[in-house]
């Protein structure tokens, strides 16, 4: 709705049939895609007619970027399939080498659907912590973080080969031997911006004994005791990330604070095969929060048997259809230790609150062979600012919230300088600096690349590499 809304229109899902409701960021036209060939033919239209061209599976994107106004749309949601290996050999790879088990998912696959199949196969598959987002859409181009990030990498470290239509409608195989350029840029370059994906294999793994699941609460009483307590928590978020847990969290400011939800932090970390040892490890610093005066904090574990039996439980879909828009960034050790930096971050979450799309440190073994932010190589998760309206807010609130998640970014650039980036699935649709905070040092290659496959800019979006398109608040 965020989007379809587009800039201004104010026409609600309960407003009277005789209001005027304008076309807002939906195309005019949409292909329900069923096949390869008909995301051929409808590519090879746009480009005859010099159209706008959007890309949509499940419309979830953070940043507006399956929306686009006035353009005709390629849906892949109906582009149903999977297919399981024992021995995947990707194309042209070196033919003594020995395959993965590995599964190849059409375009529309959703995670749920995928991870249901795989406990039937007694495999898992590194996926998005939510049921309803993409498997083979943007998740997989923005990077895709997963619970299983910590032991496996993100979704991109996990991909063997993925086929596309391109902009002259032809039907690649993309892996590091067909074509290494195209394949390293689709792999955290972002969006639709490097063609139609219209199935991806990635490598699955083995399943663990069991999941734990920890729950950290620390609650503060007041402003200054929120303070002290947030300094503890971030560096209690170093401690538990290496110990090998990932999770997702909120911060609660004090000016929010309820006696339902107080000020503080309420995390929720998990960890495949985690023990006590591993939360021996990882959960002293929390603890050791009771010895501030106005903070407590408890750390709870529970424990699941299956990946299956965690999901059917903790899976959701946060944010569906709500107007949400967010300012984010990678945090980094670099941040987390310097006291300077640390407080104007605090800063922030008295102002804003914040929130925690994902914590974790993530497996980073083939970061140089992927497009997503160098600063991955260093992040503990995800902290994110932002914003939230309802439906029938007045445009004036709108573009008020909007420019405050601008402003948002601008404090964030200057705590973390010109080499902090962030996660560009969870990113600020606004962002002022968005080359340099996507994608930083690996812009450069991404423009590159994008100017051979696409010399005319078929592909584009809200912010994706080599675009023109800027949503403005
Ligand atoms: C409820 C919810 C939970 C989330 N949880 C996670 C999470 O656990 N981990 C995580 O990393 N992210 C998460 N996200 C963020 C998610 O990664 C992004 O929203 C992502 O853009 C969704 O991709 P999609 O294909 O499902 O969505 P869409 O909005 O349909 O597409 C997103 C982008 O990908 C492009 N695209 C889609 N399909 C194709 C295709 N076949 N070929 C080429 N381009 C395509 C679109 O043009 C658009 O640019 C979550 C988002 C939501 C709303």
New binding site residues.
Partial sequence: MLWEYGPTAQCFINTTREAPCQQGYVPRYSVNASSVEHIQKAIRFADKHDLLL??????????G???GGDGLS?W?HN?KGMEWHDDFMPTNGPGAARGHPAVTLQ??E??IDVYGAAAEQKRIVV????????A????????????WSNKYG??IDNVLEIN?VNADGEHLTLNQHTNPDHFWAIRGG?????????SVTYRTHPEPNHIQAVFVQVNATDEVAFRKAMVGTLQGIDAMTAAGYTGYAYIQRPADATPETPAGFGGFFNQADGNNATLFAGSPAFLALNEIEGVSAIVFPLEYPSWSAYTGVWL?????AQNVIDASRLLTPKVVYDRTKLDALIDMMVDYGAGF??IGRVKNDTRADTAVHPAWAQSLGILSFGANWKDDAPLAEKKQKKGMVVEQSRQLGEIFGPSGGT?I??ANPFEPEWQQVFWGTNYARLLKIKREIDPTNL?V?NR?VGTDILFEP
Avoid: M
């Avoid at 083979?136 to 619970?147: E, F, K, V």
């Fill in positions: 959007v890309i949509k599976n499940t419309g979830h994107d953070h940043l970027r399956s929306s390629i892949t582009l375009a529309g959703q995670w996926g998005g912590h939510a049921r309803t987002v993409g083979a859409g943007g998740w997989l181009t923005g990077g895709g973080h997963s619970a993100l979704g596309v972002g969006g639709c911006a490097w063609g139609v994906i219209t959701q879909d946060p944010n569906v799309n994902f996660y699935n969870e592909f979006c994706c």
